[in-house]
Structures are given as structure tokens and as C-alpha cells.
């Protein structure tokens, strides 16, 4: 029942969202996790708040390779974008955190971003830690996004899609086989799997969930969440798209399902079309 309540599913997402039965979805938890999450206080310095790096203009994530948080502190990994992650099942791009309860106050303490205690963060905001992490939870999994051209063609608007990106829909199902991974309303199968992106010099330079192992990412809003990858090492669609037709990175733990494809300059455009059409609307959150 959440929807009625608090938030419009967006065409093209799944009904039924999983929610926490000591959590459920309220206007007010979403407004209260909003301003939380727009919060500088939040953070040691007074400097960051989480939308430093999960800026909405650009899906909730920050345009740089690799996160900065307060001081100018480098982190080793990329902001992802936080849409549809109320469906999500791992959170973290090596899924260590089981739920997003857990998740939302791990980057107050962190000392590459916002570098705060706990207990400094409650007394600063007037709150207990759980009726935190439970608005900004409720926050995060209000932030939707759907109705792309891609949803509409799929309910049956076919000029939604170009030609072009209808052949890459196509491609993407079949010859390229993105779907054994990126599959389902949100385009992924939050499982982890290595593709490589991590294996530099003939080793892992991050181990991510162990022998090189990340999440599935969704793909949805993916043409605004440049730079790619755990690591921000893919600056554009095309250098995505180049990466999986060579077969990924060949490293010992590369999944079989990744494999050099071979695809033709007319279908690497088509591909790179479709994904372009997986941006709709997302829930504006300012
Ligand atoms: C300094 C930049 C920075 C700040 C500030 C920040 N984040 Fe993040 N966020 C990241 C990075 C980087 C990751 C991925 C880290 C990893 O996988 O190890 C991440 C991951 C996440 C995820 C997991 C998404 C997924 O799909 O796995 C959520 C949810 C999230 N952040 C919410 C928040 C919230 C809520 C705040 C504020 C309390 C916040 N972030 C503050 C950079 C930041
Ligand atoms: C074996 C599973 C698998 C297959 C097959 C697969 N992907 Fe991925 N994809 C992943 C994982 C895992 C990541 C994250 C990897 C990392 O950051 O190290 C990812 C990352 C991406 C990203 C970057 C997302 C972001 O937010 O940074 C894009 C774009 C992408 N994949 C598109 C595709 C396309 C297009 C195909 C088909 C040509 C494809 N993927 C095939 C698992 C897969």
C-alpha cells in the first residue's frame, strides 16, 4: 500500500516495492529524510551534505570519477545514482550493506565524505539515529525514475524509440546479452559479477564483493550519470560499449557471460541510442 499513500509509481516500474514493516512509507518521513539529506550540517566542517554527491540534476549521482567529501578528501570509488534503489536488494557497489536503513548513515561517518559520529549527527539534527536512518531511507526510496521512451514503446508507444534505438534494443537483448545481467523494470539483477573493470597490471585493483565481483548497476537515467563504473573509469557510452564488445577485461574471475561480441559500428550507435532512451521522468526532489 505504498503507493497510494506517499509517492506515484512511475510507468514501467514495478508495483510492488518491499518496505519494511517497521518503516512504512509517510509524506512526512519523505519530507523529514529530504531535508536531512540536503543537510550540511551533517557532516563534520559543516561543508557536505549527501546531494554534494548525489546531485539530483544529474540522477543523484556527482559527474566525478571518483567521490569528494569534506576537506577535499578523495574516496576509491563513484557516487552511484540513487534512483529505483527502494527495489534494490545490496546496496554498495560491493553490496555490503543489506538494506537501506543500514545504509544511509554509513556516509556520515565515513571519513572520506561526511566524517561526523553519530552521536554528533543526532545532536546536531535533534534526532535519534533510527528515526534518521528511517527518513532518509523512506527519502531515498521515494526518488523514482520511469515513463522513458523506452517504458512508452513498451506499452505500445512505438514511435517512442527511433528506428535506430529500436535496433538497439534489440542488440541489447540478444547479440550484445546485456539482459543476462541488466534485466528486469530496472535493468539489473542485483547480483555481483566481475567484468573486469577492476583487473590493472595483472591484479585486482579493487576487490570490490572478493575476486573482483561489483553490483549490477541500474541502467535507468544512465545517459546523465557519466563518468561509468565503480572506479569512474569510462568517461562516455561509447567507451562502455567498446569495453563489453572486447569482451570486458580478461582477468581469472571474469564471468562467462561476458565474452568479446563483435558488434559492427552501425550496432555499437544503436546500442549506445538505446540506452540514451532510458532517462524519463524522475522524481524532482528540491
Ligand atoms: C563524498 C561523497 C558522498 C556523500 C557525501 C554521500 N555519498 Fe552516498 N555514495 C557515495 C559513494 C562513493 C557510494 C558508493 C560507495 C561504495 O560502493 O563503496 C555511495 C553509495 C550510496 C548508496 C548506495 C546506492 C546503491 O545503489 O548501492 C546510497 C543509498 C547512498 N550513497 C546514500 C547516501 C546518503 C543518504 C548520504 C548522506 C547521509 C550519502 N549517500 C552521502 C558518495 C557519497
Ligand atoms: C555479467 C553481467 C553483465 C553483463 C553481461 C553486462 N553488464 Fe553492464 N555492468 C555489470 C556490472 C557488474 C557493472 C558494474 C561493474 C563495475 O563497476 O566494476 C556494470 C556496469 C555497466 C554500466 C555502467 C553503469 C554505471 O552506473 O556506471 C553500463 C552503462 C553497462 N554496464 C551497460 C551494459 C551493456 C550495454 C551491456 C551489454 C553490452 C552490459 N552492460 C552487459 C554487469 C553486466
Redesign the pocket.
Known sequence: MLAALAITIPMGLDLYMPVPEDNPLTLEKIELGRRLFFDRRLSRDGSVSCSTCHDPDLAFSDGRALAVGIGQREGRR?S??LVNRGYGRLFF?DGRSPTLEDQVLKPIEDPNEMDLPLAEASARAGLDTTTMARALATYIRSILSGDSPYDRFINGDRPALSSQQQLGLQI?RSK???T???VGPNFTDEQ??N?G??WRNRKLADE?AGQGR????T?RE?SR?AP????GSMAT?ED??EF?DAGGRANPGL?P??RA?HLSPVEKQA?VAF?RALSGRSLKAR
Not at 228 to 231: A, E, I, L, S
Open positions: 563513484n552511484p545514482a557497489w541489447f550484445a546479452n546485456c543476462a545481467c541488466h555481483l559479477h567484468t573493470v577492476a570490490g561489483f553490483k549490477t548497476p541502467l544512465i550519470t561509468y563504473m565503480h572506479d557510452l562502455v560499449v563489453y564471468d557471460e561476458v561480441l546500442l540506452l
